[in-house]
T-cell receptor
Framework: DQQVKQNSPSLSVQEGRISILNCDYTNSMFDYFLWYKKYPAEGPTFLISISSIKDKNEDGRFTVFLNKSAKHLSLHIVPSQPGDSAVYFCAASAHNNDMRFGAGTRLTVKP | DTAVSQTPKYLVTQMGNDKSIKCEQNLGHDTMYWYKQDSKKFLKIMFSYNNKELIINETVPNRFSPKSPDKAHLNLHINSLELGDSAVYFC??????????????FGEGSRLTVL
């Protein structure tokens, strides 16, 4: 049972435009959400997180939005840069330390 | 000075063999994990150890046995390898404060191919 879903396996955007990556979850016990970025032949690296008490967290070009009622979160990257091309994983955890990941979305930013 | 290192990075072996993947972290974290990334690209947690004690053991065949000799190491031993064990295995570590897990720091992954 996939409790964290990323329904878009890939996304392509033009450099300078906004990239929006989406994630849905089913477990209402999740209260902490994270985005990880993964380059080929490397492990995922932490990008940004948000607690369920917030609906937005911003860090430079990256902003994560959380809609608890819809069990949906999104990652906005603006402006997108070619170096942002990677696979982005959405993750969620409840207070039991069990962090669940989605299948990832491959972002390609074209120059 | 890699934070989380795992060896080997690539492993090709025959069905029925026994193999181990080693993981070490130098971040001083108190919790370590093994994740499996299967052909569908999902990252699935297998095991979690906090201060050398097993705290998460997902539905994983008992052919998989984690061993944590100390807080900085979590090795994964796999007996009687099967074709379906082919995957990329990621080691990770984190701080756990109370019952909240901080962000995970991952190793580069170990690609296991069972022929």
């Amino acid at each position: 049972d996939q409790q964290v879903k990323q329904n878009s396996p890939s996304l392509s955007v033009q450099e300078g435009r906004i990239s929006i990556l989406n994630c849905d979850y089913t477990n209402s016990m999740f209260d902490y959400f994270l985005w990880y970025k993964k380059y080929p032949a490397e492990g995922p690296t932490f990008l940004i997180s948000i607690s369920s008490i917030k609906d937005k967290n911003e860090d430079g070009r990256f902003t994560v939005f959380l809609n608890k009622s819809a069990k949906h979160l999104s990652l906005h990257i603006v402006p997108s840069q070619p170096g942002d091309s990677a696979v982005y994983f959405c993750a969620a955890s409840a207070h039991n330390n069990d962090m669940r990941f989605g299948a990832g979305t491959r972002l390609t930013v074209k120059p | 000075d890699t934070a989380v290192s795992q060896t080997p990075k690539y492993l090709v072996t025959q069905m029925g063999n026994d193999k181990s993947i080693k993981c070490e972290q130098n971040l001083g974290h108190d919790t370590m994990y093994w994740y499996k990334q299967d052909s569908k690209k999902f990252l699935k947690i297998m095991f979690s150890y906090n201060n050398k004690e097993l705290i998460i053991n997902e539905t994983v065949p008992n052919r998989f046995s984690p061993k944590s000799p100390d807080k900085a190491h979590l090795n994964l031993h796999i007996n009687s390898l099967e074709l379906g064990d082919s995957a990329v295995y990621f080691c990770a570590s984190s701080w756990t404060s109370g019952r909240r897990t901080g962000e995970l720091f991952f190793g580069e992954g170990s690609r296991l191919t069972v022929l």
